[in-house]
């Protein structure tokens, strides 16, 4: 499993209608609001295999209230 990053800009006020549909569908290993461009921070982990843009596309930027979302992908944890 590899642990990925996303950040989610929301529309506003419907930050915490996002952050309750992530949780709806079991998404989120972590999830934090944020201050700055991005409203929410969230820790997924996916398979190896699994493709991280179909997974992204299909599980988190369909939820109603995302205008725009930032996938990070990490390498190695010190």
Known sequence: ?????????????????????????????ELYSTSGDYDLLMKIYIDDQTDIGKFISENVANVPGIVRSLTTLTFRAF
């Not at 590899?2 to 419907?14: E, I, T």
């Open 1 to 29: 499993m590899r642990p990925v990053f996303v950040q989610l800009q929301c529309q506003p006020g419907r930050t915490y209608e996002v952050a309750d549909e992530l949780y709806k569908r079991e998404v989120a290993s």
